[in-house]
């Protein structure tokens, strides 16, 4: 877990934004945040429509339990982030976004975005 608290806003912020994305739909904007890194938009888009459900914004606790590891040996301070998405039809579901941020701009309000994954967990 994040023992800096000017971390942890700002991880939670950058997380924020990308569920924001996945919810809206936004697959494209999903994607040029993350640089197309990792994952294209469509396969963010098949990942979510396989699943088969409505995603939903999250309630704002749901951040707080985030999972979240920091990737030891980097050379900007990185997290390995997986966070359990919501659905309008079950609430917590069982689709994960698994997504690796890079804080490499201490000016800036978000990390960098790496989507690695949207699975079933």
Known sequence: MITNPSKSGKLISTLTK?????????????????????????????????YGRT??????????????VEVE????PTYSIRFRLFTKEEGRSDLELQATFIDADPESDLM???IDNVTVA
Do not use: C, M
């Open 18 to 50: 990308v569920v924001n994305l996945l919810v809206s739909r936004d697959y494209d904007r999903l994607e040029a945040l993350s640089d197309g890194v990792r994952l294209k938009a469509h396969y963010i888009k098949d990942g979510v429509d396989a």
């Open 55 to 68: 995603l939903t914004s999250p309630p704002t606790q749901a951040f707080e339990e985030l999972d979240v």
């Open 73 to 76: 040996g980097a050379v900007k």
């Open 112 to 114: 960098i975005v790496e």
